[in-house]
């Protein structure tokens, strides 16, 4: 296989890493949150007028990060199912493949389940009054929340789209996803001279994709500046304690995820102490680029220099896993849909629930290993739920933090396989 583009994703993240990124992104957070109270604050006396202008421009770049991550959001989720499924090795794929992707696709609905039952447990949209500007703005929109059992085959049904161009068109990521696999996999049933072209062709529209994604990334420290502004500006400091919580939230998460992964390290033989140690560059590396794909050759050695797997299983489950397992975002995704969905005041009955498993089960296997990306393929999952996409404003600000542990637990997720299919198969 070939990593030549992912190692330059590498090169051009560590860079961003190395001028700082996040920290410039903490400053930013520190300083939209300062300036929004002393807007908002009686003590400085701020004509109300110029702090609604003001508080406006400042989140000019905020909205047009959120716009540049909602342009790319289709394309990108749909050439990177189709290189993720094109490029792995048909051959090993026949074989195991079964058992991969059910693993895969278990652990995932783990990790669904985890994040959903945390942010219903700790409730962190309920920090938010009631009515809210989000809240306002949603009742018009609430569409999906009516939904019933009864309904529930017709939906199903709809999830295979008619006509898929509509689907794109109009934000329905589970059609899209589900069109993108059938796709994919009739592809790889192409002769060679056909499948050539479409792989090349794919793979330059990941990388413009990749490169917009980038491109959005540098706004960040100034759109979260802005957009915390306007923020605690609009709706006072009960939003810092809210955030406080949605923060505690993801964390808990995904604490209880690592420790699903120690017990299947445990039956499969392994200390997973031992196995944090042996993985702590390649982790670290993740933390810090927030890319699974950019550290998937590190992961690729360090699973058969280290960890000691065998080359077929490394070399199946990591480029696999780095596609389609995504532990790590799904429980971010999860969290972050039920905090807005609070904020919004949407009704949080089975059915919305059920949506939500099943939509970001598929959402998280369709986003990509970039930075960012986790995000960008939330603001589909919001729409589907008719959440204005606006209401990302409400979690922008904590997004690189958060991306740098969800990457982590990625590749964690990625690992703990290669140990359980080494063991057990
Ligand atoms: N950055 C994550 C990864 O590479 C994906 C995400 O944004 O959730 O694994």
Known sequence: MDFTPLKTLSLSLQTLVERKLWAKVLVGMFMGALVGLFLSSKISHFPTEYGVVISNWLSVPGKLFLKMIQMIMMPLIFVSIITGIVNSPVEELKKIGGFIIFYFFLSTII????????????????????????????????IYSQGDFVNLPEYMMEILPGNPLASMVSGELLSVVVFTFIIGISITQLKDQYKQPIILFSSSIQQICITVVKWAMRLVPYAVFGLMTNLVYSTGTETLKGLAIYLETVFVAFLFMVMVYSILLLISGRNPLVFFKKSKEVLLLAFSTTSSAAVMPLSIQTAQEKLKISKHISNLIIPLGTTINMDGTAIYQCVSTVFIAQVCGLNLDVSTLLFIVITITLASIGTPGIPGAGIVVLASTLEGMGIPTAALVLIVGLERILGMFRT?????????????????T
């Open 408 to 424: 982590m637990v990625n590749v964690i997720g990625d690992l703990t396989a290669c140990v359980i299919f080494e063991k057990f």
């Open 111 to 142: 990790s669904v389940f985890i994040g959903v039952g945390t942010s219903l447990l700790i409730n962190p949209g309920g920090m938010f009054p009631e009515d809210n500007q989000y809240a306002r703005q949603t009742v018009k929109n609430q």
